[in-house]
């Protein structure tokens, strides 16, 4: 019901209150990197998680687990250049980006994990820990 425009009441179609910060944003600090792009499958046994990195090498990638959480690191810089005879560039594009992600492992055999890394994607399967069985309880005599 609130997306509602009056029909035509162009003004309101178009207004967006926030497209001039949006592009102070862009202006300052560039286009964002979007975030680790993960998909998360189940299987019976096990999760499979599944991250895009493409670009990434097998070394700027970084798994590790602390306190019960999965963090996922990758880092790389790029450094393509083109120097004239003198040693000087004539043009030089570099790149830098870092992304992380973090994941609970509750209901997850953390010693248990196994990682692989292909064609820009890594993969990690995640299995699960058995269900603990209901406390059934017991009745406490009162003396």
């Known amino acids: 019901m609130f997306d509602l425009i009056p029909f035509g009441n162009r003004f ?36 499979i998680l599944e991250a895009d990195l493409p670009g990434f090498s097998r070394e ?7 306190d019960g959480v999965l963090t996922l690191r990758a880092e790389h810089k790029k450094d393509d250049g083109e120097k004239d005879k003198d040693g000087n ?12 992600r973090r994941f609970s492992l509750d209901g997850i055999k953390a010693d248990e994990i196994s990682a692989a890394f292909r064609d820009g994607v890594l993969t990690l399967t995640l299995p699960k820990e058995e269900p603990k069985k209901a406390d059934e309880g017991r009745k406490i005599e009162i003396g």
């Not at 600090?29 to 299987?43: M, N, Q, V, Y």
């Not at 700027?60 to 602390?66: K, L």
């Not at 004539?90 to 870092?98: P, T, V």
Request: charged share 35%.
């Open 12 to 47: 309101f179609a178009t207004y967006d209150p926030f497209r001039e910060l949006d592009e102070l944003e862009r202006r300052m600090f560039g286009t964002p990197t979007p975030a680790l792009k993960t998909d998360i499958r189940e299987t019976e046994q096990s999760y």
């Open 60 to 66: 700027e990638i970084h798994a590790e687990i602390r």
């Open 89 to 100: 560039y004539i043009r030089r594009e570099r790149s830098y980006a870092s992304y992380q």
